[in-house]
C-alpha cells in the first residue's frame, strides 16, 4: 500500500538557520509529490509540487524540494527560515486513481 | 484557496446530534476530498468523491458517517450521533480531478462535541 513518512513530528530551528523537513514515500507506481503548508487556524496551501522534469523544485516563500526517486525521498528545505514559517508542513502524494495521501505533518518551531 | 468554501467553520453539537458539515468546491472542480485532523495526528483521509458518485471511503468510518456530492450544491459530510470522539477538524479539499493538477483546501469545519 501506498503511504507517506514524515520521520520528524516536530523541527525546532534558530531563525535565520537553515531546516530540512524530511518525506519518504513509498509507492510501487510514479507518483506526483506535493509539499502544502498550515497556518495555525487556518486551511492547508500548496508549497511546491513535483510532477517532473528537474528533480529539484522551488516553491514560494524560499522553499524547495528534491525529488530523489532511488531513495524515495522529496525532502524541503529553506538555507534561512523566518519567525513567520512557523507552521505545520505536510508532505503529500498523489496516486493513480487521484486519492491524495499526507504524511502526518511536521511542526516547525522557529527560535529567536 | 479561498475558492473552497467550507460552512459553517465552527460547530458544536452535543452527544447523539447529527452534524452536517458543508463543502462548496472551487468552481470548474468536480472531484472533491474529505481529510480528519485531530492533535497531534496530521490529516487523515476519509472520503473522495466526483459528482453522484463516491470513488473510495475506506477512510471513512464504517457507521454513523456517510459523505455525499450531488449534481447540484456542495458536498456534504454527515455524522450521525455524534460522540466527543468526533471533535476534530475537518476539512474539505477539490481538485480537478487530474493528477498534475494540486488540490485546494478550504478553511476547514471545527467540530465540537460536548
Known amino acids: 500500500a501506498q503511504s507517506v513518512t514524515q520521520l520528524d513530528s516536530q523541527v525546532p530551528v534558530f531563525e535565520e538557520a537553515p531546516v530540512e523537513l524530511r518525506c519518504n514515500y513509498s509507492s510501487s507506481v510514479s507518483v506526483y509529490l506535493f509539499w502544502y503548508v498550515q497556518y495555525p487556524n487556518q486551511g492547508l496551501q500548496l508549497l511546491l509540487k513535483?510532477?517532473?522534469?528537474?528533480?529539484l523544485v522551488k516553491g514560494i516563500n524560499g522553499f524547495e524540494a528534491e525529488f530523489n526517486k532511488s531513495q524515495t525521498s522529496f525532502h524541503l528545505r529553506k538555507p534561512s527560515v523566518h519567525i513567520s514559517d512557523t507552521a505545520e508542513y505536510f508532505c503529500?502524494?498523489?496516486?493513480?486513481?487521484?486519492?491524495?495521501?499526507f504524511g502526518k505533518g511536521t511542526r516547525l518551531h522557529i527560535l529567536p | 484557496n479561498a475558492g473552497v468554501m467550507q460552512n459553517p467553520r465552527h460547530l458544536v453539537r452535543r452527544r447523539g446530534q447529527e452534524a452536517r458539515l458543508r463543502c462548496s468546491p472551487m468552481k470548474g472542480h468536480s472531484h472533491v476530498y474529505w481529510y480528519r485532523q485531530l492533535p497531534e495526528e496530521g490529516l487523515k483521509f476519509m472520503v473522495y468523491?466526483?459528482?453522484?458518485?463516491?470513488?473510495?471511503e475506506s477512510g471513512m468510518p464504517k457507521e454513523r458517517f456517510s459523505a455525499e456530492f450531488p449534481k447540484e450544491g456542495p458536498s456534504i459530510l454527515r455524522i450521525q450521533q455524534v460522540v466527543r470522539g468526533d471533535s476534530a477538524a475537518y476539512f474539505c479539499a477539490s481538485s480537478g480531478g487530474q493528477r498534475n493538477t494540486e488540490a485546494f483546501f478550504g478553511q476547514g469545519t471545527r467540530l465540537t462535541v460536548v
Open positions: 503529500a502524494v498523489s496516486l493513480v486513481d487521484d486519492k491524495i495521501i
Open positions: 513535483y510532477l517532473s522534469g528537474s528533480t
Open positions: 468523491l466526483q459528482k453522484e458518485n463516491i470513488i473510495d
